[in-house]
């Protein structure tokens, strides 16, 4: 099992940045991709971006945050990173952070939840209007 915390929620303005943190620890080893999913008050946990954990790095997103999220990692620290610029009131949520282990259908469904096992214990983002 890996274990995720993480860190950098907060309460922002409309228009304002924040950059979340989510550091892994155990078995990272096992690990092929690390991702955001956020949950809002009454709705489904959604997926935010993830990034894979291969040389390349390959990164997905939703389409609600294309332009203004950006995943990154620092593989030295098992670290990954999401920096969110130009928020809206629609961000706000609680963001989780998760891995997911090798998979032969990740590139397929890099969105879907069942194919992360590890998550984190989430991190309050609100964004004012």
């Known amino acids: 099992q890996v274990q995720l915390v993480e860190s950098g929620g907060g309460l922002v303005q409309a228009g304002g940045s924040l950059r979340l943190s989510c550091a892994a620890s155990g078995r990272t080893f096992s690990m092929n991709a690390m991702g955001w999913f956020r949950q809002a008050p009454g709705e489904q946990r959604l997926f935010v971006a993830s990034?894979?954990?291969?040389?390349?790095?390959?990164?997905y997103y939703d389409d609600s945050v294309k332009g203004r999220f950006t995943i990154s990692r620092d593989n030295a620290k098992n670290t990954v990173y999401l920096q969110m610029n130009s928020l809206k009131p629609e961000d706000t949520a609680v963001y989780f952070c998760a891995a997911a282990p090798y998979s032969e259908y990740y590139n397929a469904y890099y969105y879907s939840r069942p194919l992360y096992d590890s998550w984190g214990q989430g991190t309050q983002v609100t964004v004012s209007s």
């Open positions: 990034i894979t954990w291969s040389t390349v790095g390959d990164t």
